[in-house]
């Protein structure tokens, strides 16, 4: 078995679409870690993160990401007689997605593999080879060891509700790099809220969960932050105007909020740095 090519944890945005109507000259694995959706013969198939698919050479391939992230590891490989004779012994679906509950585990190999790929190890070669069969036991194990039908569902309930948080967690980060980019927005938890499609009190429980601050206390730490920026940097500016410009109406405010951060107001700190 030769490699040609791999990777992990590749990270892409939603507009995320691969479309090979002649297929590859190679197999390519994937393992999905996001929602994905793969277009086998004429029907469409949702696949929850944790899914697996071995494209053979000259089989259209056509998928792409179902949410706002896509994620996955991929394996580009030429297999001689004797893998290809592992894969139909072990009787391995091939170009169709199948849901992994051992997803951890075909990962782990992957990225073993992928670490002796591009080492200078004596035994590289041997050790990718055997890597190798372990991935197809691995994957065999997937798709006929499964765990009865309620365990089952059980994993795959799980799997989605991963997929949605890992959604979520994603939309989070988003609005965070937002809010620390233009932090003299208006910012409020309900508009937030409402943009996600989700509950105000779930939408900063989960904000606090994720970045360990409140998303008021973060809104104010961002303006702060940004103001002593300029504070610093932009002499010609009052402090009037940067109060206003963070984001703060009342100059009293400003004081107030700047120094529970900093410990001291915006004109002590400009002082202080500018001497």
């Not at 030429?78 to 894969?87: F, K, M, N, V």
């Not at 601050?213 to 300029?230: F, G, T, Y």
């Amino acid at each position: 078995m030769n490699i040609d090519a791999i990777g992990c944890n590749h990270k892409h945005s939603g507009s995320f679409l691969i479309d090979r109507p002649e297929g590859i000259g190679d197999w390519l694995l994937l393992l999905v870690k996001s929602p994905a959706v793969f277009v086998v013969g004429h029907e469409n198939i949702h696949a929850v993160s944790g899914s697996f698919i071995i494209y053979t050479p000259g089989i259209p391939e056509y998928y792409y990401a179902e949410t706002d992230l896509y994620i996955n590891d991929w394996l580009h490989f030429t297999p001689d007689e004797e893998d290809i004779q592992l894969i139909h012994r072990l009787r391995i679906p091939l170009n169709t997605p199948i849901f992994a509950y051992n997803s951890k585990q075909l990962a782990s190999v992957l990225k073993y593999m992928m670490y002796e790929f591009y080492s200078g190890n004596r035994y590289n070669t041997e050790t990718i080879e055997r890597c190798f069969e372990m991935l197809m036991f691995k994957l065999a194990e997937a798709c006929s060891e499964r765990p009865d039908q309620g365990k089952t569902e059980l994993f795959m309930e799980n799997a989605v509700q991963t997929d949605q948080r890992n959604m979520l967690s994603g939309r989070l980060f988003e609005i965070r790099q937002l809010i620390h980019t233009y932090p003299g927005r208006e910012w409020r938890a309900a508009d937030m809220a409402e943009e996600l499609m989700i509950s105000v009190s779930y939408f900063q429980h989960s904000y606090k969960r994720i970045f360990g601050i409140s998303v008021n206390q973060d809104v104010m730490k961002a303006r702060a932050e940004k103001a002593a920026e300029l504070l610093e940097n932009d002499h010609g500016l009052t402090v009037k105007y940067i109060g206003k410009f963070v984001g703060y109406r009342s100059d009293s405010y400003f004081s107030r909020h700047f120094k529970s951060v900093y410990g001291v107001t915006p004109a002590e700190y400009r002082r202080q740095r500018c001497k």
